[in-house]
């Protein structure tokens, strides 16, 4: 596997004027964009393990793109303009052709602002076909004010510019996308992660993208149906892949091992809790005790799981 360290000094003269010595941490992020080439034609931009409260600098989850004889596809754009834009950097180094399709595997911030980048009044290229789940024009527009505010809060100045960008071409079932001498099929799930999850798989490489249907070494986050995503994580075992880009973790071939770990993490939490509301415990506790014994297998345990079963425990209330 090769790395490739992808200088952004160009970038930099154009979009680093306002950094100062104030700011050291987002101009050591903005100065590499490493990928990595997982296949031919494939490549991955691993985010770092940040949680969403801590330290966010808009570049947590994994970024891919392929590269096919007429184009390329990207595969999520992270979480501002900013990273977008070292996204499309990193893809001018690997590639002339031109980007033809932007595809969100889902609806969450980390994924998504990055699309910006890829609009003609940024990039002056050829805008592409922006993808995504039937769902995900109408929930990006029914979060579009919460999630500016928290952009607002966390990226500071990196929020400017990172538009919300919905998709013009809609995965009801499942889409196939040519990008010449390979196609990606991508499917669209019921609610599991989000209600907005798309997965698919470049079938010359044999990799399948999960998005966050899968975490690998990060705590797997639950926003919308526990159940939903256990059942979906099952369907992805059947998948003819060699190899799984998880939507956060390490690139890996040991992937039905990987999605066994997420499974029962989120069985153990779905047990638990369930055992929690059935003796009138309250959530509370339940945020302390559910699914302990998973804590020394994940980053980031206590922050997500409190989160998950925050979630989880006023739907499972009604079962
Ligand atoms: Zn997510």
């Known amino acids: 596997m090769r790395i490739l360290m992808i200088t952004m000094s160009m970038l930099c003269l154009i979009g680093c004027s306002s950094i100062n010595s104030s700011h050291a941490a987002p101009q050591a992020s903005h100065a590499n964009f490493a990928i990595e080439n997982v296949a031919d034609g494939v490549y991955v931009h691993h985010g770092k393990h940040l949680d969403i409260d801590t330290g966010y600098q808009g570049d947590i989850c994994n970024i891919s793109f392929v590269v096919g004889s007429k184009g390329v596809a990207v595969i999520d754009t992270g979480g501002s303009l900013k990273v977008g834009t070292q996204l499309r950097a990193a893809i001018r ?7 033809l399709y932007v595809i969100n595997t889902h609806v969450h911030p980390d994924h998504v602002y990055g699309n910006a980048a890829f609009l003609t009044s940024n990039s002056h290229e050829a805008e592409p076909v922006f993808v995504g789940h039937e769902k995900l024009a109408n929930t990006m527009e029914l979060r579009r004010e919460q999630y500016a505010k928290l952009n607002a ?8 510019g990172s538009e919300l960008v919905k998709p013009t071409l809609i995965v009801k079932n ?13 499917t669209a799930h019921p609610v599991a992660h989000t209600n907005t999850d798309v997965s698919l798989i470049d079938v010359k490489s044999s990799t399948l993208f999960t998005g966050d249907l899968l975490f690998i070494e990060r705590t797997p986050v639950v926003e919308a149906d526990i159940k939903g ?6 369907k992805l075992k ?6 799984v880009v998880p939507g956060h973790g390490p690139v890996t071939k040991d992937w039905i091992v990987a999605l066994s770990d997420a499974q029962r993490y989120l069985n153990l939490l779905l047990t638990d809790v369930r055992a929690s509301i059935k003796k009138n415990e309250g959530m509370e506790k339940a945020m302390d005790t559910a699914a302990a014994s998973e804590k020394d297998k994940w980053i980031l345990f206590d922050i997500a799981n409190r989160r998950n079963v925050n979630t989880i425990y006023p739907a499972l209330e009604w079962e």
């Not at 809060?153 to 400017?160: G, S, T």
């Not at 995503?229 to 099952?234: D, G, K, T, Y």
């Not at 059947?238 to 190899?243: E, I, L, N, R």
């Open 93 to 99: 180094k690997v590639t002339p052709l031109p980007v």
């Open 153 to 160: 809060k966390l990226l500071q100045e990196d929020a400017v």
């Open 174 to 186: 499942i889409l196939e996308l040519d990008l010449g001498d390979r196609k990606l099929t991508l």
């Open 229 to 234: 995503l256990i059942a979906e994580i099952e």
């Open 238 to 243: 059947v998948s003819p892949a060699t190899q």
